[in-house]
């Protein structure tokens, strides 16, 4: 059962109000992440971070411009905000991503054409995280690629895998893929107190 120190990270991907139900771009379940998230918001983690999508209106990924995914997380809208029963006082670092109209970034760390960096791994490392566990939305892509890249990076990287929804409905196959890639999974319940 891993046990939360002040090396470790949590990351808290795109909990955001269109990836929930009534959203946007809602992904079944994500509403019931919040409470779980909530919780392991009170472990001794040496930082938390919770990421946005913060596209602009004309961005790439939407439709309208020949992308895959309906309008959503549009800079400074409601849609775009953190769920509002997620718990930030414990959020350290706020990171938003997928600024650049012309470039996705599914990865907290950086755009999909991996050049554009978030300078996230350095602000780990330069805080003394070694581990990093993963919760939010979508386990299937912007989970995953966090994960990818916080691999990369050297970090010893989890996927809390309870505390995560996908859009398509192959989550087993996808902690599969990880675990090949040298990416853990585990419960929340490896990392709460018991009830």
């Avoid at 909530?38 to 990421?51: E, K, S, Y």
């Avoid at 999508?53 to 549009?74: E, I, L, M, Y």
């Avoid at 930030?88 to 990865?107: E, T």
């Avoid at 350095?122 to 990093?132: A, C, F, K, W, Y």
Wanted: charged share 20%; proline share 5%; aromatic share 6%.
């Amino acid at each position: 059962m891993p046990v939360v120190t002040a090396t470790d990270a949590l990351l808290i991907i795109d909990m955001q109000v269109d990836f929930l139900p009534g959203g946007a771009l809602a992904v079944t379940g994500a509403d019931a992440l919040v409470p779980v998230i909530n919780q392991l918001g009170h472990l001794p983690f040496g930082l938390v971070v919770a990421t946005q999508d913060w596209h602009p209106a004309d961005h790439v990924s939407f439709r309208k411009r020949g992308g895959p995914w309906p309008v959503h997380c549009v800079a400074g809208s409601k849609g775009a905000a953190l769920s509002p029963a997620l718990d930030q006082a414990r959020i350290g670092v706020l990171l938003r991503k997928g600024l650049d109209r012309d470039i996705d970034s599914y990865s907290a760390f950086g755009d999909n054409d991996r050049i554009g960096r978030t300078g996230l791994d350095g602000l780990l490392r330069d805080r003394g995280i070694t581990r990093v566990f993963l919760t939010g939305v979508a386990l299937d892509y912007c989970v995953a690629a966090s994960a990818r890249d916080a691999c990369r990076a050297g970090f010893d990287t989890v996927v809390l895998h309870d505390a995560c929804r996908s859009v398509k409905a192959m989550s087993g196959r996808i902690l599969e893929t990880l675990r090949a890639e040298g990416i853990g999974a585990a419960s929340c319940a490896d990392l709460l107190p018991a009830p």
